[in-house]
């Protein structure tokens, strides 16, 4: 067994490559899988539980909703790939929901450890629910991390790809709350020029809070930089 990594990837970190067995394939290497895609690699802590039973049923529901956005989903487990086969036909057969992704078999815990799933606070021979947001270049543009016992919410999971790929395509950002089709929040200036030639936006295109805080309407669609 290797020893947990404490190093987890940061936000702006090249996304670890690897080589593994998943449900899809004998062996996949992540990088050639994920081709020019965004990525939701997410992890559970074992098969056969309630709780990852219930989402990865509700990922498998909005999956074509990641589909439209340019986003492939990735499970991931330290179970074989045997028990993965196994658990998948029994949520077909008994809940009537087929996983239309692949999912990892890790039972070395070697991609586990590359992404800082293992946390011995909380089990050191099963991963945490961890989430990883990883753009077409293969970069690692979000991560969320939650604990054993608590289940993720997806429309949050979408949110936040929807909320990525928006700033992306518009060179904006977005404030606390936000849905598509909301205000989104005008890049601050960055010299004094810039402030007076946003003064001239009051009552016009900006929402002029103050010099530092500008919000605007997205002229482009929402997510038109995927």
Not at 106 to 120: F, Q, W
Request: hydrophobic share 40%; proline share 7%.
């Amino acid at each position: 067994m290797l020893e947990a990594n404490t190093q987890i990837p940061r936000i702006g970190d090249p996304a670890p490559d690897f080589k593994a067995v998943t449900t899809h394939s004998e062996e996949m290497t992540f990088s050639e899988w994920q081709d020019k895609e965004w990525v939701v690699l997410f992890s559970h802590p074992a098969d056969f539980t309630p709780v990852c039973s219930t989402e990865l049923m509700e990922f498998a529901r909005r999956s074509d909703e990641f589909t439209k956005m340019g986003a492939k989903l990735i499970g991931i487990s330290v179970d074989s790939v045997h028990s993965h086969l196994a658990w998948l036909q029994n949520l077909k057969e008994k809940m009537g929901v087929e996983i239309p992704y692949p999912m990892i078999a890790d039972i070395n815990m070697k991609v586990s450890n590359l992404y800082g799933m293992i946390h011995p606070g909380a089990s050191s021979t099963a991963t945490v629910r961890a989430v990883f947001l990883i753009d077409p270049k293969r970069t690692v543009r979000a991560l969320v991390y939650y604990p054993m016992n608590v289940g993720r919410n997806v429309d949050e999971v979408l949110r936040l790809l929807t909320a990525l790929q928006t700033a992306d395509g518009n060179a904006v950002a977005t404030p606390v709350n936000w849905t598509p089709g909301e205000r989104v929040v005008v890049p601050p200036p960055k010299k004094m020029a810039d402030v007076k030639e946003r003064e001239t936006h009051k009552g016009g295109d900006y929402d002029y809070k103050d010099f530092y805080l500008c919000l605007k309407e997205l002229k482009t669609p929402v997510g038109a930089g995927r």
